[in-house]
């Protein structure tokens, strides 16, 4: 996966949990979110990359989550853009 479309999912994930981790988020959502189509294979593959690196995890039911460490990123890649 690039960096790039990592970022891209963080981005939206973490926006649509509201910068919280542990907040449930579905795939669909995410999918809308970064503007591709419904149940594009692309998603779950950065969400497991993103999971592998800490900063996500998946829940029983289908829905992923940021992690502490993955709301910490993202605030700190929100203070690097705003520089």
Do not use: F, K
């Not at 809308?32 to 592998?52: C, F, H, K, V």
């Amino acid at each position: 996966m690039s960096r790039r479309d990592l970022l891209h999912v963080l981005t939206a994930l973490a926006e649509l949990a509201g910068g919280e981790a542990g907040v449930p988020v579905t795939v669909a959502a995410l999918d809308e979110a970064i503007g591709r189509g419904r149940a594009d294979m692309r998603t779950p593959l950065n969400l497991t990359s993103l999971a592998a690196d800490g900063l996500a995890e998946p829940a029983d039911d289908g829905t992923w989550s940021l992690t502490e460490a993955g709301a910490q990123r993202h605030r700190e890649d929100e203070d690097y853009a705003g520089r």
